[in-house]
């Protein structure tokens, strides 16, 4: 699944484990482990480049500017708009890639004759609440991580989602979900993106293999006349077929059906053949439609 309708984002060219991309009229060179290939020029020697994320010998990295640009701008995808900004750990804000998804729930939900409620787990600055919402859908968005949520609010402003549309909880998202089920609440679909390693508040440990199973069932109690369920994982080697089998075991109460696919982003210079970006890889659970 190749996310290509992009106006104000591309991915210019990739190489020697680096992406040199476009965000609208700014350009960013930074990592990604992914591009083990030789590149097909001197990315960093870019005409237009204004800023490179380099990493350092601990580990950890910093952006260093080439060209002056603003702190934050904003980049459009359809009716969309999101701020993008150069934070740490090479991010920017947004997952251009996601707009596959974006287009596959708002699709969804724009076929429902009725209010689609959607929890979205992890959900970072929004994208895929603010795709949501914008479909007609109510969304809860939660995320442990307050500047983040911040953002999404930020993001659903600028796309004049109204503001009754969007829930917005900072919170761990198992203790959130637990909540949900004592207090009885019920969504139609859930999006989730988990990541592959992390700790808990109280020092307890997630790794995305040995403790996603368990998250889905625990979210499928608060399912209710579900639409959709969609995962997102960017763990590298695991697979989509992985997802898959996840969520038809445990959608298997429903009548409906499961894919998976690898997620990417088309690559603009051509000069060594028509390369796509990988960029993780989604499962997608969704009811039969009926006529």
Not at 60 to 89: A, C, H, I, N, Q
Not at 206 to 216: A, F, P
Not at 246 to 264: R, W
Request: net charge positive.
């Amino acid at each position: 699944m190749i996310a290509d309708k992009w106006q104000d984002f591309e991915v210019i060219a990739t190489g020697n484990g680096e992406k040199l991309e476009r965000w609208g009229d700014v350009y960013l060179l930074r990592p990604d482990p992914q591009v083990i290939w030789q590149p097909p020029f001197d990315l960093s020697s870019y005409k237009g480049l204004n800023a490179h994320y380099y990493r350092d010998s601990e580990g950890g990295g910093r952006w260093r500017t080439k060209k002056p640009f603003k702190d934050e701008w904003v980049v459009s995808y359809g009716e969309l708009k999101f701020l993008v900004k150069p934070m740490g750990f090479k991010h920017t804000g947004l997952f251009p890639e996601q707009a596959i998804n974006w287009d596959i729930c708002s699709k969804i939900i724009k076929n429902e004759k009725k209010e689609v409620k959607v929890l979205n787990l992890f959900g970072y600055t929004g994208g895929a609440t603010v795709a949501c919402a914008k479909a007609g859908a109510f969304v809860t968005h939660v995320d442990a991580a307050k500047g983040m949520v911040d953002r999404c609010k930020q993001n659903a402003n600028l796309s004049q989602i109204p503001t009754d549309r969007i829930r917005y909880i900072v919170d761990d998202c198992k203790k959130f979900i637990l909540r949900e089920i004592k207090r009885g609440k019920k969504y139609n679909a859930v999006i989730m993106d988990p990541p592959s390693y992390g700790r808990g508040p109280n020092g307890e440990v997630w790794k995305i293999e040995d403790s996603l199973y368990d998250l889905i069932e625990l979210v499928k109690q608060v399912l209710e006349e579900p639409v959709f369920f969609l995962i997102n994982s960017y763990t590298t080697g695991l697979q989509p077929t992985v997802i898959s089998n996840l969520l038809s075991i445990a959608m298997s109460d429903y009548d409906g059906k499961t894919t998976s696919y690898e997620v990417c982003l088309p690559i603009s210079d051509k000069s060594k053949g028509e390369l796509l970006l990988p960029c993780g890889c989604s499962g997608l659970w969704q009811k039969n439609f009926k006529g």
